[in-house]
């Protein structure tokens, strides 16, 4: 198994599709994108249903080959990574200019043994509003039994339309998975879903281990400790499961976070990587799909971390008095959301297990909630007076905020409801306050700031 090299990681950087370096991919942003890539002539693009809001929802296909093959994306709203991963894939499967591109990477037969069928955007209502469930407020990936949903419903008849063999189920996970317990993002999760609550392990579930196993070990080079395996309890409702009852082959993809990479693109490229490398070992089965091969791919599939959930945060700060240096605990800080910059305090207390994007050792300091500054007057705050009022210990701001110009690259807090004080933080809310030794105020810590003093 040939693995990707730096200059083909380039390669399909490159010519991936423009304008979709963005956290959320809204209809407006691939609709023409979506028009192109249906008039192409390798591809046959059809409108299999529309959403609550009737906003239509197209599947495109490509290849005509016995393995059938679907995957999908952006059945929560606000979870669009894959989407423009899927999109980058069919522009290189169907581009005359970047076809011979992947010529070293996929069987120059494929199509002859492949029909993909890919639904780039299964819940345009949530992905206009930016919210996980669809326009009824229900969440698709929870519908699979009722059908409630026009979008289930569509999911649903394609399965059973298609009789996929393999079926690809695109997410995105919030930003605080670990992979494993070496304290690195999880910017990839694997799953073969369980179909019931034994977790039983036939044929098709075992060959979705496999096909996983395959593709781990493809993206070792590029990422080697950022995939991770995620958790296969058993959920009745969502479609994973129940599509993998159908003895469908069932995959789950979770893209996630990398360091400096707010939009995903390294997860982005990645599921192009992973998932062009699932088709080639499609058409190469024969090399992989024995009894004693599928065996040892599953136990290599096993041997994936597993994906730690809220073991890592944006900020840990380890060690803080409180109290007058009565007792310290441990703070994470991390946001309130992936698509606003609004940080609190998520835990307290001995987080030894946590990991953080960025970590301060605080032993010896002691925690100073601080005081107000009151607004009764206009006041224009450049970078040297707001750092004069931090040093006289003003973390906060109360009266009118109108009154109040920051032309600084920092956070300032207006009129907090809730405040924490010197004996303790409180958990969801602001972190603001400083931490002093001997005395002296050392930091300033307001939100995700944490200001040398």
């Known amino acids: 198994m040939k693995l990707l090299s730096s200059n083909e990681l380039k390669m399909l950087h490159e010519n991936r599709v423009a ?25 046959e693009s059809r409108l299999v249903g529309h959403s609550f809001s009737g906003l239509p929802i197209s599947c495109f296909s490509i290849g005509t080959g016995p393995i059938k093959v679907l995957m999908w994306s952006q059945m929560h709203g606000d979870e669009s990574t894959a989407t423009a991963a899927v999109l980058d894939i069919l522009h290189l499967l169907s581009s005359e200019d970047t076809k011979p591109l992947l010529n070293d990477r996929l069987d120059t037969n494929w199509q002859n043994l492949i029909t993909l069928h890919i639904v780039p955007m299964l819940n345009p209502d949530g992905a206009q509003a930016a919210t996980r469930e669809n326009a009824q407020c229900i969440d698709i990936n929870r519908d699979a039994l009722a059908l409630q949903t026009p979008e289930g419903k569509i999911l649903d008849s394609l399965v059973t339309e298609l009789c996929p063999d393999y079926a690809f189920n695109l997410h995105d996970q919030h930003d605080y998975y670990r992979c494993g317990v070496d304290g690195k993002s999880s910017t990839l999760a694997f799953l073969a879903p369980a179909f019931d609550v034994d977790k039983t392990v036939n044929l098709s579930r075992r060959k979705a281990m496999a096909l996983i196993a395959l593709m781990k070990s493809q993206s070792n080079s590029l990422l080697p400790k950022g995939i991770a395996r995620y958790d296969d309890e058993f959920s009745a409702r969502s479609f994973g499961d129940q599509i993998a ?32 490398h699932a088709l080639n070992m499609l058409c190469n089965q024969d090399n992989w799909n024995t009894d004693e091969k599928l065996e040892a791919l599953e136990e290599k599939y096993w041997q994936i971390p597993e994906n730690q959930e809220y073991k890592l945060c944006d900020i840990l700060i380890k060690n803080v008095g409180f109290a007058e240096g009565s007792y310290t605990a441990d703070i994470a800080i991390r946001k309130n959301s992936r698509f606003k910059n609004a940080f609190v305090v998520a835990e307290i207390g001995d987080l030894h297990e ?100």
């Open 19 to 43: 304008n979709l370096d963005r956290k959320q991919i809204m209809p407006a942003h691939i609709e023409q994108l979506m028009i192109d890539l249906s008039v192409r002539n390798d591809i």
């Open 245 to 276: 009852k159908r003895e469908v082959s069932t995959i789950l993809i979770e893209s996630g976070h990398y360091p400096d990479d707010a939009n995903r693109e390294v997860a982005r490229t990645m599921n192009v990587c992973v998932l062009i």
């Open 354 to 453: 946590q990991f953080g994007l960025r970590t301060i050792d605080a032993s010896g300091y002691i925690y100073n909630s601080g005081r107000p500054y009151l607004l009764d007057e206009k006041l224009q705050l450049n970078e040297e007076s707001y750092f004069s009022l931090l040093k006289q210990g003003f973390s906060h701001f109360v009266g009118d905020p109108v009154l109040l110009a920051n032309q600084t690259d920092y956070v300032t807090i207006d009129n907090p409801k809730f405040w924490h004080d010197d004996q303790r933080m409180l958990l969801g809310i602001v972190p603001a306050g400083f931490l002093s030794k001997d005395g002296k105020l050392k930091y300033a810590i307001i939100e995700s700031d944490v200001i040398p003093l």
